[in-house]
């Protein structure tokens, strides 16, 4: 059986304004995997502590390989935060104009450094070609607790993904999982990744409760916001994916033990694997058919919590 996903193109290609994401598996990449939070705030703006009490706090508990340093409108050079094996990617969430319910949007920016002081930036477009051109990544941030629905995301372009799970949101009104906003995205025709995070203020239980696995050989700040912006992670509440080869017709992973594997396509479309009897499971290996435009796999564990793998997209997967 092909391995990984054959000849498609390998993640995000540059096309124009913004990513064209592509279908990616991240074992396909080479290198390892680092575990990290997107999203993460400081005494720089609403979190609790300073820049280095954050990233001590983080370092010290040695759960994560790499933060993201993402204060509301404060940009920071990041550099000196980082330590032998432990990387901080600088980054920024901004807050331009507003969506359809009238809230302000929410637009998490990765790999970007500058002045404190930022210029004026009004709109969501301006800020996702701003970023892209300063060589950074957009994440819609948290979109189901602030009311961006996807017709606020269709209208974009220039974001590499949305988050599909934000633990401070899931823990200020159990808005914290965005994923059937993902799926309307997907649904027609917008490709873009799915990213969980903590969304840290450390202010309550707010850390520890989504990240990204991010497969590659080099774990610099760079390197980190190539290996996102080609894709090559997946994203977990909890269950980790071991492996993953995938084609239009063939799907096998393995994983930490799930009590399900959901594989999730267009509208109606997918099929899930579970035991009648509850028995728990450490993957699949099963044949596809009838998937619609893109498919993505979603493992749920005993406790609930959730991986998900990026979307993969029938007309860039090897037929076998
Ligand atoms: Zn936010
Ligand atoms: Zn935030």
Redesign the pocket.
């Known amino acids: 059986m092909a391995s990984g996903i054959g000849n498609a193109a390998h993640g995000a290609v540059q096309c124009g304004l913004g990513w064209l994401v592509a279908s990616a598996n991240p074992f396909s990449f080479p290198g390892r995997l680092l575990k990290g939070n997107l999203?993460t705030?400081t005494k720089r703006s609403d979190g609790t502590l300073s820049p280095e009490e954050t990233v001590a706090w983080f370092r010290d508990r040695g759960r994560y390989d790499f933060v993201v340093l993402?204060d509301h409108r404060v940009l920071a050079e990041t550099d000196a935060l980082c330590s032998e094996g432990f990387t901080v990617v600088p980054g920024v969430?901004l807050h331009p104009g507003k969506n359809e319910l009238g809230h302000a949007h929410?637009i998490v920016c990765v790999g970007v450094t500058g002045p404190a002081e930022l210029p004026g930036l009004d709109s969501p477009q301006e800020v996702l070609t701003t970023v892209d051109e300063a060589g950074g990544v957009c994440f819609a941030?948290h979109p189901r607790w602030h009311g961006c629905t996807f017709r606020d995301l269709i209208a974009l372009e220039g974001y590499a993904g949305v988050e599909v799970f934000n633990t401070t949101c899931s823990a200020l009104n159990g808005k914290g999982d965005s994923t059937v906003i993902w799926d309307d995205l997907l649904a027609r025709g917008r490709r873009v990744f799915g990213v969980a995070v903590d969304?840290a203020h450390l202010a309550r239980m707010d850390y520890f409760g989504g990240w990204v696995m991010v497969r590659t050989d080099d774990a610099s700040p760079d390197g980190i916001v190539a290996a996102l912006k080609a894709g090559a992670f997946y994203s977990s509440c909890g269950p980790e994916i071991r492996s993953l080869e995938v084609t239009q017709s063939h799907l096998k992973l393995e994983c930490s033990p799930v009590r399900s594997v959901h594989v999730v396509s267009r509208g109606p479309v997918g099929v899930s694997f579970m035991d009648p009897g509850g028995a728990l499971m450490d993957g699949v290996d099963c044949t596809l058919g009838g998937m619609d435009t893109y498919l993505r796999v979603q493992v749920v564990d005993a406790s609930g919590m959730s991986a998900w793998t990026n979307p993969f997209y029938l007309d860039e997967l090897p037929p076998e």
């Open positions: 999203h705030h993402t969430e929410h941030a969304d």
